[in-house]
């Protein structure tokens, strides 16, 4: 089992990939991540109630990788529960990038709309306390 590991100033943000239902989404993940490409990058967007998002190169909401994926979805993965992590994407469905949200809050209404590819388990507390601007100084992938 894959999990990724976001180090902040307020604390660390631990969440699991769902690499078995979401490969094309967990695989984009993991490359940034290994590229280094989030390291330094802040979250952007903080919709309290909602969800917080960063990923983003240029800081604004506008920017993205190089690479776009497919939207992937399935019935199994659901935005149900805070500290959902899917990506983030513009209105095409096949957009997404390198942009991601942590959900604060149940968002079913989100569901088959955008890729969910993991799960917050530790640092929940964190999240909840991210603000607009706040930097993941260094983002890796472990094993568990």
Known sequence: MKYAVIETDKGVIKFKLFEADAPITTSNFINLVESKFYDGLTFHRVEPGFVIQGGCPLGNGT???KKKIPLEVTPKLKH???G?????RTPDPNS?????YITLAPTPFLDMQYAVFGKVT???D???RIARGD???SV???EA
């Open 80 to 82: 149900d529960t805070e």
């Open 140 to 142: 890796r992938i472990v």
């Open 96 to 100: 997404a990038s390198c942009q991601f």
């Open 126 to 128: 964190v999240v909840k």
């Open 84 to 88: 959902t992590v899917a990506m983030a």
């Open 63 to 65: 920017g993205s990788s």
């Open 122 to 124: 530790e640092g929940m």
């Open 135 to 137: 930097r993941m100084n």
